[in-house]
């Protein structure tokens, strides 16, 4: 009995500390895109199209996930009486003004209807039109009251933008 709880007691202890200690960080561990605070600080993400109405607010802090790092993201959500060209329209104007570059269109989700999108290093603007047939099955409620809904937010990117345009 005695070598039991010697055995235990050491077993105890083992797994304590392989618990509560921090592993050491190797190349896998390292986020390699910025924190939401520098998405967050980004001028890019304060545009808004003109007569538009937030609808709500998107952002997360990047994870780690069986696939690798996701970036962090920030943006937001608006419905506007602007047709969906007029919003493309101001987007692009107003990032390449900021120093962005056009990029490939970005992969829609479920939901979405159009998307294009901008880079700057390590940072991409993405511009997504909803689809006004699944509104209420993304979590659009109002959004029949809009011509358009859109989606403007930023995330890391460690891909290179493109060098011709």
């Not at 561990?29 to 709500?56: K, M, N, Q, W």
């Not at 069986?66 to 602007?82: E, L, N, P, R």
Request: proline share 7%; net charge negative; glycine share 8%.
């Amino acid at each position: 009995m005695s070598r039991f709880v010697v055995l235990w007691s050491v077993f105890a202890v083992v797994s304590l500390v392989a618990c509560t200690s921090r592993s050491l960080p190797g190349p896998s561990s390292t986020d390699p895109y910025p924190p939401l605070g520098v998405l967050r600080a980004e001028a890019a993400v304060d545009l808004i199209a003109p007569d538009s109405t937030l609808i709500r607010t998107v952002g997360a802090e990047g994870f780690m996930n069986i696939t690798g790092w996701q970036s962090a993201f920030y943006g937001h959500v608006y419905g506007t009486h602007t047709l969906n060209d007029e919003v493309f329209a101001y987007y692009d104007r107003e990032l390449v003004s900021l120093g962005w570059k056009p990029d490939q269109k970005p992969i829609l989700s479920s939901g979405e209807l159009h998307g294009w999108g901008w880079c700057k290093p390590q940072l991409y603007f993405r511009l997504a039109i909803f689809d006004r047939e699944q509104y209420a099955r993304v979590g659009i409620p109002d959004g029949d009251k809009y011509w358009t809904v859109y989606d403007a937010r930023l995330q890391g990117t460690t891909d290179p933008c493109p060098s011709l345009r």
